[in-house]
């Protein structure tokens, strides 16, 4: 692809409508993931039905992650400029995510010399450049600091190839488009088997292949570009939404069920829960198109997804933080452990909102490129002369659509 523009992905104008469902989605995603922390890491609910009850419901609150990287890939497929450059791309993606990142460094700093843990120069290092996930032989990269941003550094990846992706791609046609969608989710499904193997053949634990490894998380990436382009070419013929969801609650309620049948626990990282993603974002997306009925358009939901980034940034550090609290786990009765939850909740929402209002959407302001005016014509000029009024100028569509969607990570 020319470094010159991102044209060639061949998104047309008509289609960059924005998508307030894919918005609202990204709340559930990062709900997702809350719970599935709250279960195995806080320690917070001490009776063992409780704990057996939270392992049935959100053992898959893992594939919250997967959701956001077809998600990523089909929202930056949808809302891609015309006429943008490849630069300015790259730019406006470190705008929408490095300042948060970089703010909720600072706070699990804090938080860890308040506990007394060594801080590492050299995982620092990795956290700030967003590179702790090709660290394949040194766990202690992975999550060091603020944990969650492991899949901020899957997310840049995606983010560099993404200029390079696109067009050709797009150049394939519909049947190359579904056969990415059609063999894709077989191959995430099939990956806790494969890397279990490739595992013992190159000593890397196969956790890291499978749920952090970049190159591994990218076909997600690459299963929602082409459900962009099968959408926006009207050659998508899938379930509504409400079929579509109930597939996907369906394979992640049963995923404690298949960890067992299998004795694959990595089946939890996005095996359960890809078909149901691969259905429900082109139903919503498709929903948003044609106006009809959708829960995740409600305002409240849209403004909720608009924060779930942030969420997804600070939820784990009020989680240890609650922890430390107690001197560790606290282990309570299941009523104490919903109330602490419920206080964890609340606190990690109202600094996702501090976050998102007060730091994201600043710097996105301050670092994104500002739009180039249109050259007036000269009838616009004449009209204009002899007047205060400033002639029509090319205002920026907002890159809300495109916002980053992990929450990450996990």
Same mark, same amino acid.
């Given at each position: 692809?020319?470094?010159?523009?991102?044209?060639?992905?061949?998104?047309?104008?008509?289609?960059?409508?924005?998508?307030?469902?894919?918005?609202?989605?990204?709340?559930?995603?990062?709900?997702?993931?809350?719970?599935?922390?709250?279960?195995?890491?806080?320690?917070?609910?001490?009776?063992?039905?409780?704990?057996?009850?939270?392992?049935?419901?959100?053992?898959?609150?893992?594939?919250?992650?997967?959701?956001?990287?077809?998600?990523?890939?089909?929202?930056?497929?949808?809302?891609?400029?015309?006429?943008?450059?490849?630069?300015?791309?790259?730019?406006?993606?470190?705008?929408?995510?490095? %300042?948060?990142?970089? @703010?909720? &460094? !600072?706070?699990?700093? *804090? #938080?860890?010399?308040?506990?007394?843990?060594?801080?590492?120069?050299?995982?620092?290092?990795?956290?700030?450049?967003?590179?702790?996930?090709?660290?394949?032989?040194?766990?202690?990269?992975?999550?060091?600091?603020?944990?969650?941003?492991?899949?901020?550094?899957?997310?840049?990846?995606?983010?560099?190839?993404?200029?390079?992706?696109?067009?050709?791609?797009?150049?394939?046609?519909?049947?190359?488009?579904?056969?990415?969608?059609?063999?894709?989710?077989?191959?995430?499904?099939?990956?806790?088997?494969?890397?279990?193997?490739?595992?013992?053949?190159?000593?890397?634990?196969?956790?890291?292949?499978?749920?952090?490894?970049? %190159?591994?998380?990218? @076909?997600? &990436? !690459?299963?929602?570009? *082409? #459900?962009?382009?099968?959408?926006?070419?009207?050659?998508?013929?899938?379930?509504?939404?409400?079929?579509?969801?109930?597939?996907?609650?369906?394979?992640?309620?049963?995923?404690?069920?298949?960890?067992?049948?299998?004795?694959?626990?990595?089946?939890?990282?996005?095996?359960?829960?890809?078909?149901?993603?691969?259905?429900?974002?082109?139903?919503?997306?498709?929903?948003?198109?044609?106006?009809?009925?959708?829960?995740w358009r409600n305002p409240r939901m849209v403004r909720l997804g608009e924060i779930s980034f942030a969420?997804?940034?600070?939820?784990?550090?009020?989680?240890?933080?609650?922890?430390?609290?107690?001197?560790?786990?606290?282990?309570?009765?299941?009523?104490?452990? !919903?109330?602490?939850?419920?206080?964890?909740?609340?606190?990690?929402?109202?600094?996702?909102?501090?976050?998102?209002?007060?730091?994201?959407?600043?710097?996105?302001?301050?670092?994104?490129?500002?739009?180039?005016?249109?050259?007036?014509?000269?009838?616009?000029?004449?009209?204009?002369?002899?007047?205060?009024?400033?002639?029509?100028?090319?205002?920026?569509?907002?890159?809300?659509?495109?916002?980053?969607?992990?929450?990450?990570?996990?």
């Amino acid at each position: 692809m020319s470094t010159a523009t991102v044209r060639a992905a061949g998104v047309s104008p008509d289609h960059t409508s924005r998508l307030p469902s894919l918005t609202g989605m990204r709340w559930a995603a990062a709900m997702m993931i809350f719970c599935f922390h709250i279960m195995i890491e806080s320690g917070f609910f001490g009776q063992e039905r409780a704990q057996s009850t939270m392992w049935w419901l959100f053992c898959g609150g893992r594939s919250g992650v997967s959701f956001f990287y077809v998600l990523s890939g089909f929202v930056l497929t949808w809302s891609a400029r015309p006429k943008d450059r490849v630069v300015s791309f790259w730019r406006r993606r470190f705008a929408r995510i490095y %300042p948060s990142h970089f @703010l909720t &460094f !600072l706070g699990a700093v *804090a #938080l860890f010399s308040w506990e007394g843990l060594h801080l590492s120069g050299r995982v620092a290092a990795a956290n700030l450049t967003l590179t702790q996930s090709w660290f394949a032989f040194a766990p202690r990269y992975w999550y060091g600091y603020n944990g969650v941003s492991w899949s901020l550094s899957v997310e840049f990846f995606f983010y560099f190839m993404f200029p390079f992706l696109v067009p050709p791609i797009t150049r394939m046609g519909a049947r190359a488009w579904w056969a990415i969608v059609a063999v894709g989710p077989g191959l995430v499904i099939a990956m806790p088997f494969l890397m279990d193997w490739v595992g013992e053949k190159t000593g890397i634990q196969p956790l890291f292949l499978v749920y952090q490894f970049p %190159p591994v998380r990218l @076909l997600e &990436f !690459l299963i929602g570009i *082409a #459900l962009a382009l099968l959408v926006r070419n009207g050659r998508w013929r899938g379930p509504n939404m409400t079929v579509s969801a109930v597939v996907l609650v369906t394979g992640l309620l049963l995923t404690q069920k298949l960890v067992l049948w299998a004795e694959k626990p990595l089946i939890s990282a996005s095996a359960t829960g890809i078909i149901g993603c691969v259905l429900l974002i082109p139903a919503a997306a498709r929903a948003d198109v044609e106006g009809t009925a959708s829960i995740w358009r409600n305002p409240r939901m849209v403004r909720l997804g608009e924060i779930s980034f942030a969420f997804y940034l600070v939820h784990e550090l009020v989680i240890f933080t609650a922890m430390k609290l107690f001197n560790g786990p606290p282990r309570l009765p299941t009523v104490q452990a !919903l109330a602490l939850t419920i206080a964890c909740f609340s606190v990690a929402l109202v600094l996702a909102t501090m976050l998102h209002d007060m730091v994201e959407k600043p710097f996105v302001k301050l670092l994104s490129p500002k739009p180039k005016p249109k050259p007036k014509s000269k009838r616009q000029g004449s009209k204009n002369a002899g007047t205060d009024l400033p002639g029509p100028r090319n205002r920026e569509r907002s890159d809300d659509a495109t916002a980053p969607i992990l929450a990450g990570s996990s």
